[in-house]
């Protein structure tokens, strides 16, 4: 499986962004519903961090706790394509964010990472 992430920018405080991962190349009988897909961060001089997954087989979402509430993670089944709609973002939210992929429930980039989308958060 690949991933190609896209969405980020430069948002000032309070704004919001949505940020997208699509999946190609689904290949050995599965299906885009066969993996976990989730998202990571890391900024500047920190450890990443998980931020939320979208469980597989339709199981539900999981968010960190900085993300609860305000960031919401989708998936478009035709599109196999994952979203991460984010609101009220601050500057701690300024980081790369990579999607991952797991051919199991949960997001822990097993199998696949994307090369990363930058989020800048800046007035």
């Known amino acids: 499986v690949q991933l190609v992430e896209s969405g980020g920018g430069l948002v000032q405080p309070g704004g919001s962004l949505r940020l997208s991962c699509t999946a190609s190349?689904?290949?050995?009988?599965?299906?885009?519903?066969?993996?976990?897909i989730g998202w990571f961060r890391q900024a500047p001089g920190k450890e990443r961090e998980g931020v939320a997954c979208?469980?597989?087989?339709?199981?539900?979402?999981f968010y960190a706790d900085f993300a609860r509430g305000r960031f919401s993670i989708s998936r478009d089944h035709a599109k196999n394509t994952v979203f991460l709609q984010m609101d009220s973002l601050n500057f701690e939210d300024t980081a790369a964010y990579y999607c991952?992929?797991?051919?199991?429930?949960?997001?822990?980039?097993?199998?696949?990472w994307g090369a990363g989308t930058l989020v800048t958060v800046s007035s």
């Open positions: 979208s469980r597989s087989g339709n199981r539900g979402a």
């Open positions: 991952t992929a797991d051919n199991h429930l949960q997001c822990t980039g097993s199998d696949a």
């Open positions: 190349e689904i290949t050995d009988g599965l299906t885009f519903d066969d993996y976990a």
